[in-house]
């Protein structure tokens, strides 16, 4: 079978954008320059940031023959970073200086000061300037662009992903069946009906869940090294998917997670994206997540405009306003609360199942919700925690530059591995892809948020497939 060959992901920088650039640095001049003294405060961390990510893709420009990749583990990373922290603060200035009927709830009842925000503010930018420097650090230099080659997929891997990937969703659909699910009135009810589900039930439909979306990219996978023939059917699998989400109006996650997978699957099996087309496409991919947040928030799709669209609470509101609140706490309350050997043990634990434990195991996201929000936990509203909450909760920027440094650490040594490792296989693609799609999490939920989704999402994927293709394979000959 022929090796294929993945173009690595990459534009390059012309006139235009060094242009783009520079006026994008006027603006800030010209923003801090004249910008009322509040407004400058924060203006100064965003544009710091913004600083930081121009060199960081500078650097890796010059450090990678001349073009960067776009969709590089560290570059989409660093990406993800900056949006999580920019997005509130752009909102916050274009708001007035406040936050309104529009912004996330808890930001809204807050109204936390100028000092509260600049100083979460300047955790992000230390956390984004920690993570590109050791990712550039330990990254390799690369000094050519050929295509990376591996061994693509039997057709039998294909057939046994859709069996499986047939099954998983027979399972979802007698669980919906059997326990009502699909009597909630709401999203947040049905995380309560979901949360009262024996605790092993809830543990396989998660942990099923990873190996779902597993499952997805190697259908995927194989479509796209296949478009000619399978392009159609890719449109209308994405299709069917965006309308199926729009009419649940339940969780965005997968729908976007898949779509960033197809972007990137396309750029790098089929034809790569020109740069204002990437550009394009991942500010549709940001606008239908912001929407669809707000139909799932229960507003009328007859209510919608580009304003509520823009300024609605959002996903990057709700990740800040965890960290506004922690630091808030922090600042002002004392003992068991804020401990921060109960947060290093909760990293420690994070991939035990609960059942091996002779103690109660403390997941941040819970014990956050039901201590300071105990009336939204039980009508079945939840929080993610964040990267930034969970280190101000701990010993502060000690937390952040250990954070930020170990993952630029890991993620550069995974870089590498993909890029200059000689005996790549069809999973090593597929996992670069995983862990670049779902990196998101480890600013949106916590440092160590992929560990558990590895060890009882990707690993049992890559065992279960390999196993049963064999067997086909097997008793085909």
């Not at 991942?282 to 799932?296: D, P, S």
């Not at 201590?371 to 969970?390: C, L, M, P, R, T």
Request: charged share 10%; aromatic share 20%.
């Amino acid at each position: 079978m022929n090796n294929l060959s993945v173009q690595k992901t990459k534009i390059k920088i012309g006139f235009m954008g060094i242009i783009s650039l520079l006026a994008l640095a006027s603006v800030f001049v010209f923003l801090l320059s004249f910008a009322p003294a509040e407004a400058r405060t924060v203006l100064l961390p965003i544009s710091v940031m913004s600083g930081t990510l121009c060199l960081f893709v500078y650097f890796i420009y010059k450090n990678n023959a001349g073009v960067i990749p776009v969709f590089e583990l560290g570059v989409f990373y660093a990406g993800v970073i900056f949006l999580y922290a920019a997005y509130p603060l752009v909102s916050f200035l274009a708001n007035g200086l406040t936050f309104t009927i529009w912004s996330d709830g808890r930001l809204l009842a807050l109204q936390p000061a100028i000092d509260e925000i600049v100083s979460v503010a300047w955790y992000y930018t230390l956390y984004l300037s920690v993570f590109v420097i050791t990712y550039m650090i330990f990254r390799k230099r690369q000094a050519n662009n050929q295509p990376i080659s591996f061994q693509p997929p039997a057709k039998g891997v294909f057939v046994v992903a859709v069996i499986f990937y047939f099954f998983i969703n027979l399972f979802y659909f007698f669980i919906t069946i059997f326990f009502q699910l699909s009597k909630a009135q709401s999203y947040i009810e049905s995380y309560l009906i979901y949360r009262g589900l024996p605790l092993a039930l809830q543990q396989a439909i998660a942990y099923i869940g990873e190996i779902n979306f597993i499952l997805q990219l190697l259908i995927f996978f194989y479509l796209f090294i296949n478009y000619k023939k399978y392009k159609y059917f890719i449109f209308g699998i994405l299709i069917f998917l965006t309308y199926a989400t729009f009419i649940s109006k339940g969780t965005r996650t997968p729908m976007v997670l898949i779509f960033i997978s197809c972007v990137i699957m396309y750029h790098t099996l089929v034809k790569p994206f020109k740069t204002k087309t990437i550009i394009a496409v991942i500010l549709f991919i940001l606008a239908l997540f912001l929407f669809l947040g707000m139909l799932r928030g229960g507003m009328d799709i007859k209510e919608t405009d580009i304003t509520s669209t823009v300024f609605a609470g959002n996903e990057f509101e709700a990740v800040f306003a965890n960290a506004i609140d922690i630091f808030r706490m922090k600042m002002s309350v004392t003992g068991s609360y804020f401990s921060p050997t109960s947060l290093y043990l909760s990293d420690i634990l994070r991939f035990i199942p609960r059942q091996f434990l002779p103690f109660e195991k403390v997941n941040l996201s819970e014990w956050y919700v039901n201590n300071f929000y105990s009336d939204y936990a039980q009508k079945g509203g939840g929080y993610v925690f964040g990267g930034i909450a969970e280190s101000i909760m701990g010993f502060g920027v000690f937390d952040i530059i250990w954070r930020a440094g170990l993952l630029g650490f890991i993620f550069a040594l995974v870089h590498r591995r993909y890029i200059f490792n000689s005996k790549n296989t069809f999973w090593t693609f597929l996992f670069y892809i995983w862990i670049t799609v779902l990196s998101y999490d480890c600013i949106r939920n916590g440092t160590f948020a992929l560990l558990p989704r590895f060890l009882y999402g990707f690993i049992p994927s890559v065992f279960l497939i390999n196993m049963f293709s064999a067997v086909l394979r097997r008793r085909g000959k």
